[in-house]
């Protein structure tokens, strides 16, 4: 967080953790992308993994520094709400704050049934469409200038 402030930024008040979006050097670099653009607003994680990594739940109020590919700060965001839904019941509203292909609830679908598929496997679980996602809407408070 030191060096956070070395590049004039203060984290405001809340419970700080650290997290990351996609698991590929080209998915994380869009998805920053698509977040300082401001066409995301949302990302799911899998709840299994959270639990098999032994990380906490993300709550509301949270600030998160966001990391990229080299694990290097690259954004700083508030949650604003979380949600744990199953796979199949996440909706087209909540696809569109994602920001992610063409918006669509079937985009959601296709694209983070690979992600899980992916995940899964790192955790030896089974995909399931009744398998439980971690749904964490956000704003946007500050791109981290680079050093």
């Known amino acids: 967080m030191a060096n956070l402030a070395s590049r004039g930024l203060v984290l405001p008040p809340g419970d700080v953790r650290v997290d990351a979006y ?3 050097v080209e998915l994380s670099r869009e998805l920053l992308d698509l977040i300082i653009r401001g066409k995301k607003r949302a990302g799911t994680s899998l709840l299994w993994a959270v639990e098999a990594d032994d990380e906490c739940l993300a ?3 949270d600030i998160e520094i966001v990391v990229d590919h080299c694990n290097v700060p690259a954004l700083i965001t508030r949650i604003t709400r979380v949600d744990v839904v199953a796979f199949d019941e996440v909706d087209a509203a909540y696809a569109l704050a ?5 918006g669509s ?4 679908r296709r694209s983070h049934w690979e992600f899980f598929l ?3 496997a790192r955790i030896g679980r089974v995909p399931d469409a009744r398998m439980p996602v971690v749904c964490s809407v956000f704003e946007l408070l500050n791109v981290v200038p680079t050093a």
């Open 118 to 120: 992916r995940e899964c």
């Open 59 to 61: 709550k509301a109020g």
């Open 22 to 24: 996609g698991d590929t």
């Open 105 to 108: 609830l079937d985009h959601w």
């Open 98 to 102: 994602e920001g992610e292909g063409d």
